[in-house]
């Protein structure tokens, strides 16, 4: 026998072997492939991406459980403008088990824009950098800090009405720096570390789960018209579409909108606190656009939630009335609820809702069936104000534009990034709102909320007909 036969033996065996394992996975992608269903028949474990079905319910993830919260979905969106490093390599972490017959695609991805975007970024923020600074965690502890003494004094000395202001805009400035990062999965790298600054939403009154069901949804859908839970929260009171004049969504007391829409924000506090969603964490905003909300993880975390806002009610507002069991008191806990209310969505009214923002970026896909490049209409329907000062006390939230383009990344990185995006925003013809002062971003609300209401933008010039 040659002295090299065994070896050829040995070759063949292993190639037939290799062989034999391509032809199994080429029947399982078969199998996999042949699975064609609608996104609405999905199971609790299992997202959509990109038309294809995975399932997710042994699936490991770098960013911890929150995945799972948008089980049941077509989450094609939500991935990308959390993963901005998203390569294919990343979904073969997965298991594939179908696809999908009736995706509905609004938006493109790695359009010029969005590479270029990314590219100038990234030089400033390299991987694996983007999460919180020493300055960010300094200034979260900070506000943890006051927010937690000053809870222990409204809990245990009672209400006043100063302490109401101050104890409001403590909470106000947790929602703003703590949470927001933290349930944008900004924060930290280490998932636990989010998940725990992420419970500072239900020690305002709210509720991280229900919170990210509907703030990743407005996120994913900013100012889409039929997709953005935001656009239609406030209605029938308040109308932040600027819908047609024959629209039915309109209401004759929109036309008053632009003086009452301030005060009516002053009861975001009270409608949070007691609202019943929390019993089933189903966020009516997310669902009325579609949002499936019943897989096991949300189910699991019902228990959590409502034991979370028994305990913030009793601290908050039982506590004070023991102390004080008088009209007074109920009137400075609604007090301290709508110092709290106007300092977190006066600013949330800002960030979309300016004159000349895209109220309809996705107006193109419906007139033409051509998706519409997503890192661009982040940009044209939101706005930045102000600099690294505003930012430190807003938790970077009126670096609306650099947020909506990089959700994943930590406030702490926006001012540093907001010059190269705008550059960038003007190469590319790209709309950038940018306001130098808070107040005169507020007035540019002011006027658009008073035009919506009135439908001015739909009327002729000089006749005011339409």
Known sequence: MPPNADVSRIRNRLGNELVDKNAVADN????TMSRV???KKLSGDEVVIDGIIYDISDFDHPGGDSVKLFGGNDVTVQYK????YHTSKHLEKMRAVGKVNDQKKDYVFDTPFEREIKREVFKIVRRGREFGT?????????YIGLMASLQYLWATTGASWSLAVAFGVAQALIGLNVQHDANHGAASRKPWVNDILGFGADFIGGSKWTWMEQHWTHHAYTNHAEMDPD???AEPMMAFNDYPLDHPNRRYWHKLQGLYFLPMLGFYWLSSVFNPQIIDLRQRGAYS??????NDFIKSRR???VTLRLLYIYWNIVCPLRISPAPETAAKIFFMGVCESLALATLFALSHNFENADRDPTK????TGEPVCWFKSQVETSSTYGGWLSGALTGGLNFQVEHHLFPRMSSAWYPYIAPTVREVCKKHGVKYAYYPWVHQNFISTVKYMHGAGMGSNWMQPLTGKA
């Not at 403008?81 to 901005?84: E, G, L, Q, S």
């Not at 656009?289 to 019943?294: P, Q, R, S, W």
């Open 28 to 31: 399982d992608d078969d199998a």
């Open 37 to 39: 269903q609608s996104v």
């Open 81 to 84: 403008m959390i993963h901005p």
């Open 134 to 142: 020493y300055g960010y965690f300094a200034r979260a502890f900070f």
């Open 231 to 233: 656009s239609f929260s």
């Open 289 to 294: 656009v579609g949002i499936a909300m019943e």
């Open 303 to 305: 228990k959590y939630a």
């Open 364 to 367: 193109l896909v419906r007139e």
